[in-house]
C-alpha cells in the first residue's frame, strides 16, 4: 500500500500567480502531510510564480521553454516520488482527493488513476461519483482529464513522457493527457477512472477565448489520432470515428451558441489537426519536436530550481 511520502503533487503554471496561489492554497488544506507539492513555472515572463510557490513554502523548478507538456516532463524529471499527480493552477483541490488515488495504486497493473473536474458553479447538481476500471486503448479518450491524473512515475518515464508537440502553448493545444492515457493502456496497464474524486474548476474561458480552447483541443485530438492511425491503423481510424462522431453529436444537440461554436470549431479542427500531424516526423509514440518555442530566459540571479 502506498502512502502520502510516496506521492508528488505537480501544477505546472504560466503568469498566472493569482490563481496559483489560491490553487497551493486548496492543496496545503486538503492534502495529507508528506505528500511532496512541486511547481513547474512554464516560461513565465516575471518571477511572480517562483514568488507564489515561495509564499505557499512548497518545492519549485522553472523551465525557461513554455508548453504544458515540456513542464510536465520537468515535473516528472525533479521527483523522485514513485507516483505524480497533475493539476491545474485553475482548480482547487478537495478534502481527500488524493485517498483513493494512492489506494487504487495497490494493484499493480494500474499505470493512472484519475479524478473528475467539475465546474464549481455545478458542483451541487453533480451526478455521484463511481469508480472504473479501463482497459484497451480506445478507452483512453475516455479516461479522465489533465486537471486531475496520476501515473507510475517510471512507467511514464519509461514512455518517454509526455509528447512534447502536444497540449497547451503548441499548434496542437490539447489531447497530451488523452495521448498519454492511450499509450499506458497500449503498454497493458489499467487506468482506474475514481470520479468520487475531484477537484474544483474555478476558471472559465469566455467568447473567442472559449472558441480557441476547443479548437486547439481538435487540433490536438487531431494530432494524437495521426500516431494511431500511422501506426496501428484500425484503432486509429476507429478513434478519429470515435472523436468526429462525439464532436458533431455535441455540436447538433447544444442550444446555448456560445458552446455550440466551441463544439464547431472543435469538430473541424480535428481533421485538421489530423492532416497537419501527419507531416510531423515521428520517433516511436511520440512526435519529434521540430519547432520547439523559444527559451524565455529570466535576467537576475536566483535558483531555477528549489525546495521548501
Known sequence: M????????????????????????SIAQATPAGVEVLVVDSGSRTDETRGAAREASVGYVRSDVPGLSIARNVGLASTERPLVLFTDDDC?????????????????????????????????????????????????????HGAFMAFRRELMLGLGGFDEVLGAGR?????????????????????????TATVHHIFTRADDDHIALYRGYGLGAGAMTDKWIRTRPLIGL????????????????????????????????????????????????RFVDVDRPAAIALAGAWSATEQP
Open 238 to 285: 476507429a478513434m478519429a470515428g470515435l472523436l468526429i462522431g462525439r464532436a458533431a453529436v455535441a455540436a447538433v444537440r447544444w442550444s446555448d451558441p456560445r458552446e455550440r461554436a466551441a463544439r464547431l470549431a472543435l469538430l473541424t479542427a480535428i481533421p485538421r489537426g489530423i492532416a497537419a500531424a501527419s507531416r510531423l516526423p515521428r520517433r516511436g509514440a
Open 92 to 144: 482547487v483541490a478537495v478534502p481527500g482527493w488524493v485517498d483513493g488515488v494512492l489506494a487504487h495504486f495497490a494493484d499493480e497493473q494500474v499505470g493512472a488513476v484519475t479524478g473528475r473536474m467539475l465546474d464549481h458553479t455545478l458542483v451541487a447538481g453533480a451526478a455521484p461519483g463511481r469508480v472504473e476500471r479501463l482497459t484497451g486503448v480506445l478507452r483512453g479518450i475516455d479516461a479522465g
Open 2 to 25: 502506498y502512502g502520502p511520502g510516496d506521492l508528488a503533487v505537480i501544477v505546472c503554471s504560466r503568469d498566472r500567480a493569482a490563481m496559483l496561489r489560491e490553487a497551493l492554497r
Open 171 to 195: 499548434r496542437f493545444a490539447g489531447a497530451e493527457d488523452l495521448d498519454a492515457f492511450c499509450r499506458v493502456l497500449a503498454a497493458g496497464y489499467a487506468i482506474v477512472s475514481d470520479t
